[in-house]
C-alpha cells in the first residue's frame, strides 16, 4: 500500500513541478530569443562578407536536461502503443534551445555564428545532453580604420 | 591559433595541412553530486554541475587538440567536430578534433 501511495505522490510532484518549470523556460526562451534575433545562426558557410573580419573563434555550449519521473512514466505508457513521445520532444526542444541561446549570450557582440552543429546524447539514466558548436565572426566595425 | 568550424577563413589562405588533430578526456563527478543529479532528474529541469562537468571536459578536450596542432606546427584548426559519448555511468568523453594547418594572411 506504501508504494502505490509513494510513487502517486512522486508523479505528483514531478508533474506539477515538470509542468511549471517547463511553462517558465519556454517562456524565458522565447523572451530571449527575441533579444538574440539579430544575431544570424547558421548551419552554412560564408566565404564572404561585406566588412573586413576582425576575429575568428569557436564557441560551443551544452546543456544537460533531466525530464523527471512523469514524463518518464507517460513515455513508458506511450511506447506500449507507438506514436509520437510528446513528452520528450518538448525536453529535447528546450535543451536544444537553451544550448543555442547560451551561445548567442555568451557572444552579444558577434556578427554571425556559422557552420552551427548540433549533436544530442543520453548522458545518463533518461538525461539529455544537447551539445551546440559553431564559428564565431565579429566584424570590423564602421568607423575602423582599415575600412 | 584560429579555431573554426568551416573550411576557409575568411581573407587567410591555406598553405599546408597537417593532417587531423585530436583531443579527447574523460571525466567525472563524484558520488555525492550523482545522488544529487539522480533526485534532481526525478523532478526534471537543468542538470547543472552535469552542464558545468562537460563545460569543463570540452575546454580540456579543445586545450589538447590545440595543443597538438602547435606541436604539428599549425597556425589554425579548421572543420573542428565534436562528440560526446557515455561511457560509464557518470562518466562522459568528450572528443574533439579537427584539421591542422597553416594559414597566413592574403
Known amino acids: 500500500m506504501i508504494f502505490p501511495l509513494l510513487?502517486?505522490?512522486?508523479?505528483?510532484?514531478?508533474?506539477?513541478?515538470g509542468k511549471t518549470s517547463e511553462t517558465r523556460h519556454f517562456s524565458s526562451l522565447a523572451r530571449r530569443e527575441e533579444e538574440t534575433k539579430h544575431h544570424p545562426f547558421?548551419?552554412?558557410?560564408?566565404?564572404?562578407?561585406?566588412?573586413p573580419v576582425r576575429f575568428i573563434g569557436i564557441a560551443s555550449s551544452s546543456v544537460v536536461m533531466g525530464g523527471g519521473?512523469?514524463?518518464h512514466f507517460w513515455a513508458y505508457l506511450r511506447n506500449i502503443v507507438g506514436g509520437h513521445v510528446a513528452a520528450y520532444e518538448s525536453l529535447q526542444e528546450r535543451a536544444r534551445r537553451e544550448a543555442i541561446?547560451?551561445?548567442?549570450?555568451?557572444?552579444?557582440?558577434?556578427?554571425?555564428?556559422?557552420?552551427?552543429?548540433?549533436e544530442t546524447i543520453?548522458?545518463?539514466?533518461?538525461?539529455?545532453?544537447?551539445?551546440?558548436?559553431?564559428?564565431?565572426?565579429y566584424l570590423e566595425p564602421e568607423n575602423a580604420d582599415t575600412l | 591559433m584560429i579555431l573554426t568550424t568551416i573550411e576557409n577563413v575568411p581573407g587567410y589562405t591555406i598553405i599546408e595541412h597537417y593532417g587531423l588533430v585530436v583531443g579527447?578526456?574523460?571525466?567525472?563527478?563524484?558520488?555525492?553530486?550523482?545522488?544529487?543529479?539522480?533526485?534532481?532528474?526525478?523532478?526534471g529541469g537543468e542538470i547543472q554541475s552535469y552542464s558545468q562537468l562537460l563545460e569543463s571536459s570540452r575546454e580540456e578536450a579543445t586545450a589538447r587538440m590545440v595543443e597538438q596542432a602547435i606541436e604539428a606546427g599549425?597556425?589554425?584548426?579548421?572543420?573542428?567536430?565534436?562528440?560526446?559519448?557515455?561511457?560509464?555511468g557518470g562518466a562522459a568523453e568528450?572528443?574533439?578534433?579537427?584539421?591542422?594547418?597553416k594559414m597566413i594572411k592574403k
Do not use: C
Open chain 1, 122 to 137: 543520453n548522458v545518463r539514466w533518461t538525461m539529455v545532453e544537447v551539445i551546440v558548436w559553431a564559428t564565431v565572426i
Open chain 1, 7 to 17: 510513487m502517486f505522490i512522486l508523479l505528483s510532484v514531478s508533474y506539477i513541478w
Open chain 1, 42 to 51: 547558421l548551419a552554412e558557410q560564408l566565404k564572404y562578407f561585406y566588412k
Open chain 2, 24 to 43: 579527447s578526456t574523460v571525466q567525472t563527478k563524484n558520488v555525492f553530486v550523482d545522488i544529487m543529479a539522480f533526485f534532481k532528474n526525478l523532478i
Open chain 2, 74 to 88: 599549425a597556425n589554425a584548426v579548421i572543420n573542428i567536430r565534436m562528440s560526446t559519448v557515455s561511457i560509464i
Open chain 1, 101 to 118: 541561446l547560451r551561445i548567442k549570450e555568451a557572444h552579444p557582440h558577434a556578427d554571425y555564428f556559422l557552420n552551427a552543429k548540433i
Open chain 2, 94 to 101: 568528450v572528443f574533439v578534433y579537427g584539421t591542422a594547418v
Open chain 1, 69 to 71: 519521473l512523469f514524463r
